[in-house]
């Protein structure tokens, strides 16, 4: 057996943090360290991968993909997916702030780091950093959509999501919320651990063909541009990280929410207001960011939030001092 326990747990990393809206485990393969190799094990799933499987080159096909990566990476994201839906799900519900920190902690400090590895900086490279900070914004605060259980659309938010799931910074989950379509994916998935429900197993399973296609798809793309523009790639990417930190600020007040069956929106002022409603029943269109001082939601755990983003800035150093970071040109 070849499993890499490294490997497994940035794969658990990866799986948590894909349950969280907002959280983008293609930030986790990032900041890690094993992003090319994820992409490049993506990208052999070719047609040269099919004519090896037809011939039944199981050997040559292992190597092909990088088969012991592959199932450490996605060992360990089964396990994190399964935490996730249970565990972390726990953790938004009673103690957001100090979960949101430590996100915050690991992605402000990944962009400080990929950035300091540019040696050399440009208009180009400048305009970049610009424009992926404004796309990630830009997806943090556009209003979700009204979500659908068509198979068509089951299997868009499918490849929408699995390719947010490999730009690190844009979050698959929150695509998936964007859509409307989280309520449906991820209530399926626990039914189907819980309950072993044949109508969620068809809905995830159109949704993961929708992932296949996204995935081998999109990795090709990425995968050019590290090739031929590598350093100003990574800079969008940084990009996209500086401006998801907008959507895990860990004080964050409900400004509209949105009845789930009728579909009747409610402008949030209060928190008392909030208390009048069955947040089962309702889910969040827009926020706001605001200070500790103005959180209303609840107890703004100042203290241990900030010990939670320093834990997350020491973890990702940690990962640093322990890997071998290249200098990014082009």
Known sequence: MKLNFSTILKG?????????????GGTIAFISGIYETLLDSIKAFDGAFFKLLFQGKFAQIWDKVNGWFLLSL?????????????????????YPEPLWGFFFGLVMASAI????HVTHWD???ALALLLGTAIAVYIATVSP??????????????????????????????MLLLMGMYTL??????????????KSLYIISIFAAGCLVGITSFSRVLSWLFHHYRATTFVLLTGFLIGSLYKIWPWRNLNVIVDKASGVQTSVTSLAQLQGFDMEKMKIL????VLPMDYWMSSPKTIVTFVAVIIGFIVVFWIEKNSNPEVLED
């Open 12 to 24: 658990g990393a990866m799986g948590i943090a894909e349950v969280i809206p907002g959280v983008s």
């Open 74 to 94: 996605l060992s360990g994201m089964v396990i994190g997916i399964v935490f996730g839906i249970f565990a972390i799900t726990w953790l938004l519900e009673h």
């Open 113 to 116: 780091l990929i950035s300091r």
């Open 123 to 125: 208009f180009k490279k």
């Open 145 to 174: 959509t009204e979500g659908s259980t068509h198979p068509a659309y089951i299997f868009l938010a499918g490849m929408i999501a699995i390719s947010a799931f490999i730009l690190p910074g844009i979050s698959g989950s929150f």
């Open 185 to 198: 994916i991820i209530p399926s998935l626990k039914s189907i651990i819980v309950n072993q429900d044949l």
């Open 286 to 289: 827009s926020e706001t960011n």
